[in-house]
C-alpha cells in the first residue's frame, strides 16, 4: 500500500546559501519557520485521520536539514518518536545540502528514524555550481552520496538542468554521475526564473536564457528516459504546483503544473510515432496499453491521440496484460509490440 508524505516546510532554515535560483518560500508557500512540537504532533494526527488505513511518512523539504543546529533536528524528530515506534510512521524523510553531511550526522538521524535523505546536488558540472553560487562541488555530492549508502539508507538526488552553464549533454552527464555514486532516485527540476531572485536578475539583463517549456521538455523526456533504462525511478518532474508559483512569481524557464505528464505524454508519443510509422493512412488501430498509463499514452489533452487520429481511426484500450513499458497495437489482423526502454532511442542533437 503506496504510504502518504506528511509534509513539514522549513524553507531557508539551516542554508549558508543564497543559492542563485532559490526562493523557497515561493516555491513552498510556506513561510518556512521551524514548526513546533505541537504543530508536528496535530498534522500527523490529522493526517492520519484522512489516510485511510495507508501508512505514513513525514518528510521535511526545504532547508538544509543537516545544517541546524543538531539540537534543532532534534527538536524536530522528537515528536516523531511515539508515531515511529506504533507504526503510526514509517520513515522520515530528510532534504539537505552534499557538502552538510556527515558520517556522524547520518548515524544520528538513522537512530531517529530517517531513512530517506534528498541531496540538492542540482548538477555535477562544476561550472554550473560556481556560477549559480551552490558553495559546493559535483565531488562533495558523490561523497555525500557514498556516505548515505554506507549507513544503508536511501538517497535521492535532486537535479536542476538549465541552470547557467549547464548544456544537454552535462545534465545528462549529472544525472548518469549520481546514478554511478549509488542514488536510489532523482528528481528533476528544470531552473524556472523566480522573481526576486539573482537568475532573475541574470535573466533580465540578458545574460541568462533559461529553458522554453518545450526545450525543457525535450531534455527532461531524454533525462527520462535514461533514468528509466537504468532502473532508477524519478520521483518527481518539475516543481509541485503550490499557491505561490505563478505567472506573476515565475518569470521564464520551463514550468508547467502537470510538467511531469508532459514529459511522460512526450516519450509514449515518440513510441507511437514510430511504431505507427508503417500503418497505412486511414487503418482502424486499437492502441493497448496498462490502464495506469492510460492518460499518458493518450497524452495531455488527448493531444497524441488526437494528432494521431488526424490520420489513422485510432483508440486506446486499457489491458491489464501489458506491462508498464509497453504498448501493443492492434491494425489489420497484426499487432505491432513496442516497448519504451528497448524501442527509442535519443541522441542529445535533438535536444
Known amino acids: 500500500m503506496k504510504p502518504v508524505t506528511v509534509p513539514f516546510f522549513i524553507s531557508h532554515q539551516g542554508c549558508p546559501h543564497a543559492c542563485l535560483f532559490c526562493d523557497q518560500r515561493t516555491i513552498s508557500g510556506s513561510a518556512g519557520d521551524l514548526p513546533s512540537s505541537g504543530q508536528i504532533i496535530e498534522r500527523v494526527v490529522a493526517w492520519k485521520q484522512t489516510a485511510a488505513g495507508r501508512p505514513l511518512d513525514a518528510a521535511f523539504f526545504g532547508g538544509s536539514f543537516t545544517a541546524l543546529p543538531w539540537h534543532a533536528q532534534k527538536r524536530l524528530l522528537a515528536p516523531l518518536q511515539p508515531f515511529l515506534a506504533d507504526g503510526t510512521i514509517r520513515s522520515v524523510r530528510i532534504s539537505t545540502r552534499p557538502d552538510y553531511v556527515t558520517v ?19 548538477s555535477m558540472d562544476d561550472e554550473v555550481l560556481k556560477r549559480s553560487g551552490r558553495g559546493h562541488t559535483a565531488d562533495a555530492s558523490e561523497k555525500a552520496i557514498r556516505h548515505v549508502k554506507d549507513q544503508e539508507l536511501s538517497v535521492v538526488a535532486q537535479l536542476m538542468p538549465g541552470l547557467p552553464g549547464d548544456t544537454p549533454a552535462a545534465s545528462r552527464e549529472s544525472l548518469m554521475r549520481v546514478i554511478r555514486a549509488g542514488a536510489d532516485a532523482v528528481r528533476i527540476y528544470p531552473a524556472v526564473v523566480l522573481a526576486g531572485t539573482g537568475l532573475a536578475r541574470l535573466f533580465q539583463e540578458g545574460s541568462y536564457r533559461p529553458l522554453s517549456l518545450g526545450q525543457g521538455i525535450d531534455l527532461c523526456k531524454v533525462l527520462l528516459h535514461q533514468a528509466n533504462r537504468e532502473r532508477i525511478k524519478v520521483l518527481r518532474i518539475g516543481l509541485q504546483a503550490e499557491t505561490g508559483l505563478n505567472h506573476s512569481t515565475v518569470l521564464a524557464g520551463c514550468w508547467h503544473p502537470a510538467l511531469g505528464h508532459l514529459v511522460r505524454s512526450a516519450l509514449w508519443g515518440d513510441l507511437l510515432d514510430h511504431l505507427t510509422a508503417g500503418v497505412p493512412d486511414g487503418a482502424p488501430l486499437v492502441i493497448r496499453c496498462h490502464p495506469s498509463i492510460r492518460s499518458d499514452v493518450a497524452g495531455h489533452g488527448s493531444g497524441t491521440i488526437k494528432r494521431l487520429r488526424s490520420r489513422l481511426d485510432c483508440r486506446i484500450v486499457p489491458d491489464s496484460a501489458l506491462d508498464l513499458q509497453t504498448l501493443a497495437l492492434d491494425f489489420m489482423d497484426q499487432r505491432i509490440t513496442g516497448n519504451l526502454l528497448t524501442d527509442l532511442n535519443y541522441s542529445l542533437k535533438e535536444v
Do not use: A, H, I
Not at 556522524?104 to 542540482?122: A, H, I, N, P, S
Open 104 to 122: 556522524d550526522q547520518l548515524v544520528r538521524l538513522k537512530r531517529m528514524g530517517v531513512f530517506t535523505v534528498e541531496l540538492g546536488v542540482q
